[in-house]
C-alpha cells in the first residue's frame, strides 16, 4: 500500500479515534442521530480505502501494472464523491414562521 494512500487513511479514519481497533469499534457502535452522518461517512470511507487497495492490490498482481499514490488518491476521491452524489437528499423538516 502507497504512503499517500496510508496517510490517507489515517487522516481521515482516525482522526476521531486513537487506533485502528479503536476506529472499527466506533464505526460498529450504534450512534445518536446526531452522529449518524458521521458514521455513514466514516464507514464509506473505510470501505472505500478497503476497496481501492484491494483493486490495486488485484491489478499488480495479475496485470503487472502499478498506479502512483496520487492516483490512487484520485482514484478514492471520485469514488467517495460518485457515492455521496448518489445517496438521496433527506428532506429538512419545514420550519414554523
Not at 495479475?62 to 448518489?86: C, E, K, M, Y
Request: net charge positive.
Amino acid at each position: 500500500m502507497s504512503l499517500g494512500l496510508c496517510s490517507l487513511l489515517v487522516s481521515c479514519l482516525l482522526r476521531r479515534t486513537s487506533g485502528i481497533h479503536a476506529a472499527a469499534a466506533w464505526i460498529l457502535q450504534p450512534h445518536p442521530p446526531a452522529n449518524h452522518n458521521a458514521s455513514v461517512l466514516m464507514k464509506l470511507i473505510f470501505q472505500s480505502i478497503i476497496y481501492i487497495v484491494w483493486k490495486e492490490r488485484n491489478t499488480r498482481i495479475f496485470t503487472a501494472v502499478s498506479t502512483s499514490s496520487q492516483g490512487l488518491h484520485l482514484q478514492l476521491d471520485r469514488l467517495l464523491r460518485d457515492r455521496i452524489l448518489s445517496l438521496p437528499a433527506r428532506l429538512q423538516p419545514a420550519s414554523s414562521a
